[in-house]
């Protein structure tokens, strides 16, 4: 009977291979903690360049693809919520949201450990969330406030997390990426094996200093892994208007590449852990993840200048990753629509309280703008206006 | 004369504290035709005269095609063609050197650079390539069609990376030239005089004023000479130098200063590089004092360019020390932007002091 319920609700992008553990539905266990395995196809195939694809077969379980759609459900949540935050001004500057990219960031922490590192660019707050930053201390960065991850000196750009190694949010484009491969150079002297994912965006893609980072990479053969996060369109132009060649995952050219369906959590896992495992034996891989941001590239931009709302649509109704995960719980009956939608509301209501708490929080000390510039003790001369009276040196 | 003509016959329009009060100083205007613009709409139709004077002239940079993130280049592409108004890939680096290339052999490159804060991938090019080029080949060669447009300066809540002054870098280069508009009408002019000039040009436009600057701005080609300062306003007891944005909030200081019975005199030196040092001296030299202000922070910004000529110049003539009420030496804050800046009272207050010496 389990089974017949399964063809019937599964749709053309969810093709369940085998299940470990077929349970009639007539025992259904607390979902929450079954780890037993499961394995779950992909929908789309791997694309290899000059390595050999990882299998479509993933391996995951009712407790982590549930976790996949709490974590992303919070994301979307969070990403919603500054989005109305910024239009009331509580949040200021710049915010540039990763809707419709949550499965990038959840995939790739399911395949890898908080010791390994991961730096990206400036669309953070989900990478942050998924390297097990707080939501309060989010949304208090994002409004600038002491309580934030940055202590409120960063913003919405510059998100960091040093016990989970996250070496952050990065506001000058592709600037992170020499900087990743220098991560992952430390990590090849300390013998640790881990790794450092560097991702970066289409518009990034075009940057010397990626070629530059590609070279000394693959030429001492560092664990470092370069995702490019492709969502189609660097702030309003289409990758087929600024690439060449928009095969980012070829791009490395002597550095073998994969290319994943980055809308979908599993592909995501599988491909992340593919990369960590070739990184440590073989040096760089280039993973391009096919993946799409519904809102604009920050909150100044509507999005609808470049790009037709139906193609927005479309893809929130086809590609969603919530959605997908959301199916694939339903038709292998690992909770039902109820318990999801009581998970959406519990969700919601963390990210409410967090909102209510970070606004709470004061902003920074005055004295904060001259710290953090120098080491303690090297001290920093500020002059007031006539430099005759105020001097504020700092100890 | 014809500069002191000129100075009278505008409206302006000028932005003053965050919530939006403004001043406006109306006086006569002569018989040319003039439109009331915003700055950048003023920037535009600069361009636009530009590539209708010269067709071997062109724009280039990220997302100008559509008119540009500030709105800059609307139009240009439309009227002129893709194959002279056109879109570059993320790459300053690149941009630069291929306006380089493209000036190198004869034509007009005015490239785009995003914001400020994203043109130091393309420092290299700028000081290595287009400052040395006519030098180190005996003049055989050179790129003096080059220009680079660049938005720069505070806006209220740009933070890290969309607030920076770069000026003290660029004026450090021999060989290009540093140029900043303060308001639309010289906007105009001087981008004319930057795409035309016959040298490399740095053309920073101040940000906060793409909208909020509005000024009656002649519709005909013209154009404003490079390396002149302005006296903007004339006074005795103490001069004031400034560039760019920083001039409104430096001339409101000027006011409140007139009501304290200080006559301020205040000179937009519009050329950084190279700069206009007799105007500023024969100011000093009847003040006796000087001021000098700009958003980048204080350490190594042109204001110490500045003070240090004046004082070789006019040692015997100060009365006092030359004050400078620039950013803090901190990177330009997201949260402390309004402690980080130089505002009218810390002008005001540095006015006094200076002339309290």
């Known amino acids: ?395 | 004369m014809a500069s002191l003509l000129g100075r009278f016959c505008r409206k302006l329009v000028v932005p003053g504290s965050a919530h939006g009060s403004r001043m406006v100083s109306t006086t006569s205007c002569d018989s040319e035709a003039v439109k009331s613009l915003n700055l950048y709409s003023a920037i535009n139709q600069a361009l636009h005269i530009a590539l209708e004077t010269d067709p071997r002239s062109y724009v280039f940079g990220e997302d100008v095609g559509f008119g540009g993130v500030f709105r800059c280049t609307t139009g240009l592409a439309e009227r002129f063609g893709k194959n002279r108004v056109f879109n570059t890939p993320l790459c300053e680096q690149g941009i630069v050197g291929f306006g380089i290339g493209l000036a190198a052999m004869g034509n007009r490159a005015v490239v785009e650079i995003q914001f400020a804060d994203y043109i130091y991938p393309a420092f290299d090019q700028i000081v290595n390539e287009a400052a040395k080029f006519r030098y180190r080949s005996g003049n055989q060669f050179n790129c003096g069609g080059l220009t680079i447009r660049a938005p720069y300066g505070a806006v209220g809540h740009g933070g890290h990376y969309h607030s920076q002054s770069p000026e003290a870098f660029f004026c450090h280069v021999p060989g290009i030239k540093v140029v900043i508009p303060r308001s639309p009408r010289e906007a105009k002019g001087l981008l004319l005089s930057s795409i035309r000039d016959p040298n490399p040009v740095v053309f920073f436009e101040p940000k906060w004023l793409y909208r909020q600057a509005v000024e009656e701005v002649p519709e005909h080609d013209y154009m404003i000479p490079l390396s002149q300062a302005e006296v903007i306003r004339e006074g005795s007891d103490i001069t004031l130098v400034g560039w760019g944005a920083q001039l409104t909030v430096m001339e409101q200081a000027c006011l409140d200063a007139e009501k304290e019975g200080i006559s301020c005199e205040l000179i937009d030196l519009k050329t950084l590089l190279p700069w206009d040092k007799e105007t500023v001296e024969a100011s000093v030299k009847k003040t006796g004092r000087l001021l000098i202000s700009h958003e980048a922070p204080i350490t190594g910004g042109f204001g110490a360019e500045i003070s240090a000529t004046i004082l070789e110049r006019c040692f015997l003539k100060l009365e006092a020390p030359v004050s400078r009420v620039c950013g803090l030496d901190t990177p330009f804050p997201l949260v402390f932007e309004p402690f980080y800046m130089p505002t009218k009272n810390k002008i005001l207050n540095a006015i006094k002091s200076t002339v309290n010496y």
């Open chain 1, 1 to 395: 009977m389990a089974l017949s319920r399964l063809s019937l609700r599964s749709n053309r992008f969810l093709r369940p291979s085998t299940t470990a553990a077929a349970l009639p539905s007539s025992i259904r266990r607390h979902v929450s903690t079954d780890t037993t395995p499961i394995t779950i196809e992909t929908a789309v195939p791997f694309e290899s360049h000059l390595c050999d694809a990882p299998s479509r077969s993933v391996e995951t379980s009712s407790a982590e693809i549930l976790s996949f759609f709490r974590d992303m459900a919070r994301m979307r949540r969070m990403e919603i919520a500054a989005d109305s935050l910024y239009k009331s001004k509580l949040i200021r500057g710049f915010c540039h949201l990763y809707d419709g990219q949550e499965a990038l960031a959840v995939g790739m922490e399911a395949a890898i450990t908080r010791k390994d590192a991961i730096i990206t660019s400036y669309r953070d707050h989900c990478t942050f969330l998924g390297r097990g930053g707080e939501l309060v201390d989010a949304f208090s960065e994002l409004m600038g406030r002491k309580r934030g991850c940055s202590n409120g000196k960063g913003g919405s750009m510059h998100f960091y997390k040093k016990d989970a190694c996250f070496y952050g949010g990065h506001g000058i484009v592709g600037a992170q990426i020499p900087l990743g491969c220098g991560l992952a150079f430390a990590q090849k002297y300390s013998k640790e094996e881990f790794v450092t994912f560097t991702l970066y965006g289409d518009g990034a893609a075009n940057q010397g200093q990626l070629f530059e980072a590609l070279n000394i990479a693959a030429l001492w053969d560092l664990p470092a892994i370069l995702v490019c996060e492709n969502n189609h369109y660097g702030m309003g132009t289409a990758t087929w208007r600024s690439a060449k060649s928009p095969a980012y995952f070829k791009r490395g050219d002597y550095v073998p590449g994969l290319k994943v369906d980055g809308m979908d959590a599993l592909a995501v896992k599988q491909a992340c852990k593919f990369a960590k495992e070739h990184a440590l034996k073989n040096g760089p891989i280039v993973l391009e993840m096919d993946t799409y941001r519904y809102h604009g590239h920050s909150m100044s931009d509507p999005g609808s200048t470049y790009r037709t709302r139906d193609e927005v649509s479309g893809v929130r109704q086809v590609r969603d990753p919530i959605e997908r995960v959301r199916k694939l719980l339903l038709s292998h009956d690992i909770a039902t629509e109820k318990e999801l939608k009581d998970m959406e509301k519990e969700v919601r209501k963390e990210v409410d309280d967090a909102v209510a708490q970070a606004k709470e929080s004061p902003v920074p000390e005055p004295s904060e703008l001259f710290t953090n510039m120098y080491v303690k003790d090297c001290g920093v001369e500020s002059f007031g206006a006539d430099r005759k009276e105020l001097k504020v040196t700092l100890t």
